[in-house]
T-cell receptor, first 112, second 115 residues
């Protein structure tokens, strides 16, 4: 299972764009990259998933370079409610049997 | 998206007693579910993989006789913390995924406090 490395914490202000980068040097050919958000005392919530290039949904964008050894989660115009821990995970296709190993995560603190 | 529900959301029990936590996939069947434990200000730690109709697979360092897992149906897995002690106080989270879906869905978590 590929290991991920991301910054322990980041600070931002409301209205700014936040980019959180994750390193996964040993990512396997079949691995997808998935980002989750976790608020205190809640289970993680899916944000976005990608395999290569760029993926965008209503809450975030995910940028993956050609070598796939890293990825960047981009949150546009963050608000106070985006303060949370963000986890980057990699794993095989077929999530039913894919156990997800969580790294340290990045604590994003958004200030007014 | 799919919904995974845990019950109870929080529980307080006396030291030495056992506590059962339920994890249900509400709108899909899950042959595999996962149990995690999270201590304050730490990441989620995988405890075990729950397999429907067979024995659970435990991660290294997790006592299988203390954390009993039963996955009797395709929509329900239970985690029983036996003879709980204060050091077992933690946030327990389950997850499940549909076959062929790369996205995992997590329950809301259960806060266990052993006094």
């Amino acid at each position: 299972l590929a290991k991920t490395t991301q910054p322990i914490s980041m600070d931002s202000y409301e209205g700014q764009e936040v980019n959180i980068t994750c390193s996964h040097n040993n990512i396997a050919t079949n691995d997808y990259i998935t980002w989750y958000q976790q608020f205190p005392s809640q289970g993680p919530r899916f944000i976005i998933q990608g395999y290569k290039t760029k993926v965008t949904n209503e809450v975030a964008s995910l940028f993956i370079p050609a070598d796939r050894k890293s990825s960047t989660l981009s949150l546009p115009r963050v608000s106070l409610s985006d303060t949370a821990v963000y986890y980057c995970l990699v794993g095989d296709e077929g999530g039913a049997t894919n156990k997800l190993i969580f790294g340290t995560g990045t604590l994003l603190a958004v200030q007014p | 998206g799919a919904v995974v529900s845990q019950h109870p959301s929080w529980v307080i029990c006396k030291s030495g007693t056992s506590v059962k936590i339920e994890c249900r996939s509400l709108d899909f069947q899950a042959t595999t579910m996962f149990w995690y434990r999270q201590f304050p200000k730490q990441s989620l730690m995988l405890m075990a993989t729950s397999n429907e109709g067979s024995k659970a697979t435990y991660e290294q360092g997790v006592e299988k006789d203390k954390f009993l897992i039963n996955h009797a149906s395709l929509t329900l897995s239970t985690l029983t913390v036996t003879s709980a002690h204060p050091e077992d106080s933690s946030f327990y989270i389950c997850s499940a995924a549909q076959t062929g879906n790369t996205e995992a869905f997590f329950g809301q978590g259960t806060r266990l406090t052993v006094v």
